[in-house]
């Protein structure tokens, strides 16, 4: 009998996923700062949407930012409502959000496929390189997920139960999806369902699908934002509004890969679909073991002989070849993805329970081998690493030692993993040791644990060696906070900054967007009609915060204190301007703040 089919069990399971999911998630949540670009640029339109009470149109430092759906803000700005303003409250519905996803994963997949499938689907969920890296940023994928899950969840029950709740539960989880990030939910949601009706043979159950009321309640639910947005932004002879900028600009342009201003860029195909063995560490190596389950178990349907676990593995099956092969064709960023994943999960934790329960798990064992194989060499790189570095002195502010001459790849989650030198590797010492330890025992119990047949308890060795590694890379990305955020450089600028002063960012403003978030005072930009504030600094009504080289200088050589904030790149260009040799208030990982007089 599967142990966890015992109820006490089942408990104290529940119990170690809950501290399992709070170790990896619960403790990074406070750490590090929030960092600049995407991250603080996001936190700062929920800042404005809490203080201007405008639920409709986003801003950012005034400006009207049109690009995205609005529920993931509303959320923060409740978040920051109920527990004040900090890294943590904005932090809060993200972690909420994968919480959602491991409780669905343990509910879904133990109903289809039973207990241990449940645990082990949510395990994967928990501890995947992926999920943990894509949370660490203010983005709605997390969020996007759980809504896209929780439709296809609804999707399968209503085939099943043809009870109408369940229907409209799709119907709204999928309004509340659009609302999180446009239309690609409806995409993801529409595409993957008539596939499946189409491979299913079910077609002709479009009767039960409550088509015309339900309808009703998705358009009752997404469709007023979007009404009141296009109303506070509409169409001029002189000037585009809210219906081309979003509906055309952010998602037909965005996916042909004509968007304005063409910021955003595609990967390699070979990156695209080889780097999921990345996000999907370190359950991505158990792949052959549920292709040979699904292989064994998934015939070609056939409507009357269809249960629960056969419309979960070709929804999941479909969902996922949908999304996958959509950002394929389109421009993309590695998380775009992300709703992917809970589907492979799945179906990984389907094959991995089913394979483990056979008398002889051949599969499993070879399985079980080439990954421990992979994080051992991983784990000797590591030591390799801290063995040339054993000599070399810790240095506080890692940027100062980064190499920096990787940056064609700093659009890809990882790129400054290239920049790190000896000396950059001897701040990450107590992370790579944490790591070390994590891959080695957890790859050596693995092994021990599967060649004694005990299985379930492998999975979960494996698993908390995760949460441990998890928890190094933490560590490494609070090392690596004082590159990734300007909070530093802020601290320094709150304690002396006048009401009088002028604070100015060189260029776009995510190059400096955690001061703009964290400083109690108005930021302006040189050179910034650029990336997200191109379009909202068009319209009449955005504040008086552009400038060019030419108002730089002016207002340099004023009698004004005028501080400017350049990022390393820009600093040549911006010490030319200033007269060649500024005076420098701040300094942090090759970002400067320079000051006309104190």
């Not at 203010?138 to 929780?150: N, V, Y």
Request: proline share 4%; net charge positive; hydrophobic share 50%.
């Amino acid at each position: 009998m599967d142990v966890t089919q015992n109820r006490s069990v089942r408990s104290v399971v529940v119990f170690a996923l809950i501290l399992l999911f709070c170790a990896i998630y619960l403790g990074s949540a406070f750490t590090p700062a929030l960092q600049d670009d995407v991250d603080t640029s996001h936190a700062e339109a929920a800042k404005e949407m809490l203080h201007t009470g405008d639920l409709v149109t986003l801003h950012i430092n005034g400006v009207r930012y049109l690009e995205k759906a609005p529920l993931m803000y509303w959320l923060v700005a409740l978040s920051y409502k109920i527990f004040g303003i900090s890294d943590f409250a904005t932090r809060l519905p993200t972690l909420l959000a994968m919480l959602g996803l491991c409780w669905l994963a343990l509910h879904w997949a133990g109903r289809a496929f039973g207990p241990r499938a449940g645990v082990y689907a949510s395990l994967l969920m928990a501890t995947a390189a992926g999920c943990f890296l894509f949370t660490r940023v203010f983005i709605p994928e997390a969020i996007l997920s759980l809504f896209i899950a929780a439709s296809f969840y609804c999707l399968v029950r209503a085939l099943q139960e043809t009870n109408s709740r369940w229907w409209y539960g799709g119907y709204a989880l999928a309004a509340l999806a659009v609302l999180t990030k446009g239309l690609i939910a409806l995409v993801v949601i529409g595409m993957a369902t008539v596939a499946y009706l189409l491979v299913s043979g079910e077609w002709r159950r479009w009767r039960e699908f409550r088509i015309v009321t339900g309808l009703l309640l998705f358009f009752a639910i997404a469709a007023p934002w979007h009404v009141l947005a296009a109303l506070r932004t509409p169409e001029t002879p002189a000037h585009h509004g809210f219906l081309w900028f979003y509906f055309i600009n952010e998602h037909v342009m965005r996916f042909l890969g004509k968007r304005i201003p063409h910021d955003y860029n595609k990967q390699a195909w070979y990156l695209y679909w080889s780097l999921h063995l990345v996000w999907l560490f370190p359950w991505s190596l158990y792949l052959p073991v549920a292709m040979r389950r699904m292989k064994n178990s998934m015939r070609w349907p056939h409507p009357g002989q269809l249960d629960f676990a056969s419309r979960t593995r070709w929804v999941c099956l479909l969902w996922a070849t949908v999304l996958m092969v959509f950002f394929s064709l389109s421009t993309n960023q590695e998380y775009y993805t992300f709703p992917t994943y809970f589907a492979i999960f799945l179906l990984l934790a389907d094959g991995l329970a089913g394979e483990e329960q056979e008398a002889s798990p051949r599969w499993l064992l070879a399985t079980s081998l080439v990954g421990a194989v992979v994080r051992i060499s991983f784990a000797c790189v590591l030591v390799a690493g801290l063995w040339t570095s054993r000599h070399v002195p810790y240095v506080a502010d890692i940027g100062s030692v980064l190499s920096q001459t990787n940056s064609d790849d700093y659009t890809l989650s990882m790129g400054h993993v290239m920049d790190l030198t000896g000396q950059s590797f001897a701040a990450l010492r107590l992370p790579a040791i944490l790591a070390v330890i994590a891959l080695l025992a957890g790859s050596l119990m693995e092994l021990g644990l599967r060649w004694r047949k005990h299985h379930y308890a492998a999975t979960w060795a494996l698993a908390v060696s995760m949460a441990l590694f998890l928890v190094a890379a933490h560590v490494a990305l609070v090392r690596f906070d004082p590159y990734l955020s300007s909070r530093v450089l802020e601290r320094r600028l709150e304690q002396v900054v006048r009401p009088e002063d002028r604070v100015l960012i060189y260029g776009d403003h995510s190059y400096g967007s955690s001061i703009v978030y964290y400083l109690p005072h108005r930021v302006e930009l040189v050179n910034g009609r650029t990336s997200s504030l191109w379009f909202g600094s068009s319209f009449p009504d955005a504040p008086k915060i552009f400038w060019d080289d030419d108002d730089l200088v002016r207002l340099w050589n004023s009698s004004v204190r005028v501080f400017v904030f350049a990022p390393d790149f820009e600093q040549k260009k911006v010490r030319a301007l200033l007269g060649g040799a500024p005076q420098e208030f701040a300094t942090s990982s090759g970002k400067v703040i320079y000051v006309n007089h104190m």
